[in-house]
Each structure stands twice: as C-alpha cells, then as structure tokens.
C-alpha cells in the first residue's frame, strides 16, 4: 500500500547539455534540504489535517441528521478550491454512472459553475426538496457561489414551501469566523462545518470542504485521511535525497529553470481524469506570482497540462513527441485497475485481432502507457511516472497530500508565496464591480473606460 514514484527519466545522463541531469540535481539539493526545513520547521495547517479527527467527527455528526431526512441527491455548490477536491474524489471512488436515487448513500454532483443553460437544467431536473445543499466558501464572498445559493435556496424554498424545512436543505461550510455565509449562516440558523483557519481552497480537500461530502456520499472518508497521513509522515522521516516529493519539486523547477515550464498531468485512467484538474489548480494558481517573497516582479510559474491516456495520445502526443522540448510529464498509473476485464474472442480466426487473443484491457491500458513513456524517452522528452498500487480511498489521500507537500516546496524553491491568489482576486473583484456592488464603482468605471479605450478588432466568422 503504497505510491511509488519512478524518476528515472526525469533527469538527463550527465553530460547532456544544459538538460538538468543527476549532478545538477545533487548540487541543488542542499537548496531543497533548507526549503524543506523551513516548511517542516513551520508546517502549514493543511498539514495538520489528517491527524486533527475534529473534522471529520464534526461532518459525520452533521451527516447523521442529514442522511436522516433521506436526501435522494446532495448538491455541492463552490467553486475552484471549494469544488475541484469533492469533484475529483467522486469521479475517482464514487459510482461509475450512480442513479440519482437508490438504496445506497445519495448521489453526490458538484455545481461548480454558474451557466445558466447547466444550472437552470439541473435545478428542473432535480427534486429540490428531497436534495441536500453543501455550499462551500472559504470567504463566504465569492459570487458564484453566492448566486448558486440564491437559486438554491429559491428552489428548496418554493418546493418546501417553509424556511425552517427549506434550512434544514443546508450545510454551508466557511470560515468559522469572517465572511458573508458565515454571517448569514448565523443569523438565520443554517447548520455550519468550517473551513479551518489558515487553510486555503486549494489545500482544503481534506477538511469539511472534501470529507463532508465524501461522507454523505458514503465514501471512505478514514482512508482518505490515512493515506494523506502517511505520506506527510513518510516524506517528513525521509532523509531530503529519499523524499519523493521533495525529489518531484526540484526536479521541475530545475526543468523550469533550463526552459521546461509545462507540466503535463497524464494520468491513465479515465477515473483519474479529475484529480488531474485538482492537480492543475494545485500547481497553477500556488506557483504562478508575480512577486516573490522579497516583493520583486518575477512573473514565474509553470503551465500545467492535463492529458488523459490513452484518449489524448491521439490528440496531443504529436506535440510532446515532435514539437517543443519544453514540458516534463508527470504519467500516473494505476497497478490494479477495480476489475479485469479479458477481450472476448468472437473473431478467433481473423487475423484483424489476432494481438488482442488472450488479451486483457487492462494489460493494454498498461501497454499504451509504456508505449507512449518509450515514445517520449526516445525523442528525448523527461519523464516520471507515479503509480498507485489501487483505486481507493488511502491512495487517494496519498495523492492529494503528496502533491500538496510537492507543491508547497516548489513554492519555497521558487521563492514565492503559494498560499495567496491575488490574480484570482483581481478577478473577482472585477467581476463584482461590474456587477455593481456597492464600494466597488471607481473599479467599474475604470474597467469600462480601458474597454472603451481600447481599439476594437472584431471579425465576424
Ligand atoms: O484555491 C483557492 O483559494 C480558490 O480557488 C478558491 O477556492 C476559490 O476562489 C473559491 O473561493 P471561496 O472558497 O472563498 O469561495
């Protein structure tokens, strides 16, 4: 039970030109070692959380009353890192295709979006007053989720024809201190997990923010937590030259540093397909700053990708095979897939399927994998690959605490702050502006003027 990560073809034999290699990597290290030890020294609350049971007891408790009014659906609605855990942990443990009522636990959907052609579908669709609402917000402000709520609350309200029956629909889960949710929540009595101090969006999948919906969805929430407890453990005891993460941080910034910064997430595995976007936001919105921690302009970060073998071999792998040296790929491979699943041999004869006899999907899925990492090798390209021994709950969490530590030490490598977003809030400020929230009309009105300044180029097609 266990990740393994194979860095083999991550680094270049020595000699290779200006390809980070085993020496330039040795040489950096001890700047690793001292950046891991300033994390360790101080480690970060999301760090914290897999050992801190409160939570976990706070959403099961909370669930109890939840699963007792029998909801057919529960209805996640945030955004970004409010939403991207929960979607990724369903898509990679819940049911394949899970009807939206049954005698299990209810189905779980994430509404991380505000388009009203999705929205407006959903809420026709669903039965508002047999459904449970788990709104996320970190800062109870965000707009999108504010806007959810009201057409949530709406619906649940007109179905259930009472606030008190409509309230007991909701589980807002925010700040225990700040914020709109938060102030909402207490003055009309809505039912509340937090989303711990000092953890944000981004690193709170294993807080309410993920193990309340994992909960009511019947997942393994403790083995999520034990998985994502162990990796901490394990890359904490490891000397700086053993820890994977460390070792998978290092290695792409030096990659970036010699003209890399594309990180392309290929997991094989269509399960795993939304880890891949929690990674992505993990990796982009920690890592990509403007300033560093000295508050100079460096403008760095890496782009990451995502790629989903093998259905994207036969989209994107012209490119990584054939086009720019400028990306490391990270592969993530499962051992042992849920099931076998041996090929049928109905054309035993014919010659069309003649190295499928006795085949398996999965040993082709295995096969495409290698075949596309020898593919990659051959043209040069650095690569590494992370295998989770199964699809469950403690591998999962293993997942996500490795990249968050990995993550967190790239930051300290780079020099800058992966904790803060302040592109993301330049944005929602913006958006607010012009949505004409009050405090906000001198940014509204400077966002129309550079509109109106610029020379409009427009084609009609
Ligand atoms: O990771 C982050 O900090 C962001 O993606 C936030 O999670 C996202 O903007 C939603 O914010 P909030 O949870 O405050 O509504």
């Known amino acids: 039970m266990a990740l393994k990560l194979d860095l083999t073809g991550l680094l270049a034999p020595p000699g290779s030109g200006g390809a980070p290699c085993r020496e330039t990597f040795a040489a950096a290290l001890p700047r690793g070692a001292e950046v891991r030890d300033a994390h360790l020294a101080a480690p970060p609350a999301w760090r914290r959380l897999p050992e801190e049971g409160r939570h976990l007891a706070a959403c099961r408790a909370r669930a109890e009353e939840v699963l007792a009014e029998r909801p057919e659906l529960v209805v996640v609605l945030g955004i970004g890192g409010s939403a991207l855990g929960a979607s990724a942990l369903f898509a990679a443990l819940g049911p394949v295709h899970p009807e939206w009522s049954g005698d ?14 999705w929205v407006g579908e959903v809420f026709e669709r669903i039965p508002a007053d047999r459904c449970h609402f788990n709104v996320i917000s970190k800062s109870g402000g965000t707009i999108e989720t504010s806007a959810q709520f009201l057409v949530a609350w709406d619906a649940v309200r007109a179905a259930c024809g009472d606030d008190a029956a409509a309230r007991r629909r909701f589980t ?37 923010v993920g193990l309340f919906p994992a909960v009511l969805g019947g997942l393994d929430a403790e083995g999520l937590l034990a998985g994502a407890a162990r990796t901490f453990a394990r890359t904490a005891a490891a000397a700086p030259e ?24 290929f997991p094989y595995g269509h399960r795993l397909r939304l880890l891949a976007d929690w990674f992505l ?29 093998p259905t994207d071999q036969h989209s994107q792998c012209q490119l990584y095979a054939e086009g720019p040296d400028d990306k490391v790929y990270t ?10 699943l041996p090929l049928p041999e109905p054309f035993a004869d014919s010659p069309a399927f003649a190295h499928l006899r006795r085949r398996s999907l999965n040993e082709l899925i295995q096969a495409e994998r290698e075949g596309t990492e020898a593919a990659l090798l051959a043209a040069g390209r650095p690569l ?26 790239a930051g300290g490598l780079l020099g800058i702050d992966p904790y803060d977003q302040p592109g993301v809030e330049a944005g929602k400020l913006a958006a607010l502006a012009l949505m004409g929230c009050p405090g906000h009309e001198e940014r509204a009105e400077r966002i129309r003027a550079e509109r109106a300044a610029r020379e409009p180029f427009v084609l009609e097609c």
Do not use: N
């Open 384 to 409: 590494c690959t992370l295998t989770l021994c199964k699809l469950d709950a403690f591998h999962v969490g293993q997942y996500f605490a490795f990249f968050e530590e990995a993550t967190a030490l």
């Open 242 to 265: 053993e820890d994977p993460a460390l070792a998978w941080a290092l290695a792409h910034v030096l990659h970036m540093e010699a003209g890399r910064p594309i990180h392309v997430h």
């Open 172 to 208: 807002i889960t925010t700040d225990p201190a700040g914020g709109h949710f938060r102030r909402l929540a207490d003055e009309l009595g809505f039912a509340t997990l937090e989303v711990p101090p000092g953890v944000g969006g981004r690193f709170s999948v294993l807080s309410p």
């Open 104 to 117: 299990g636990p209810p189905r779980v959907i994430v509404l991380d979006s505000i388009d009203p052609d």
């Open 281 to 309: 936001q993990l990796w982009a919105e920690s890592l990509g700053k403007r300033l560093d921690l000295a508050g100079e302009e460096v403008q760095v970060g890496p782009t990451p990708v995502k790629a989903v073998g």
């Open 331 to 340: 592969f993530v491979r499962l051992e042992r897939h849920g099931r076998e």
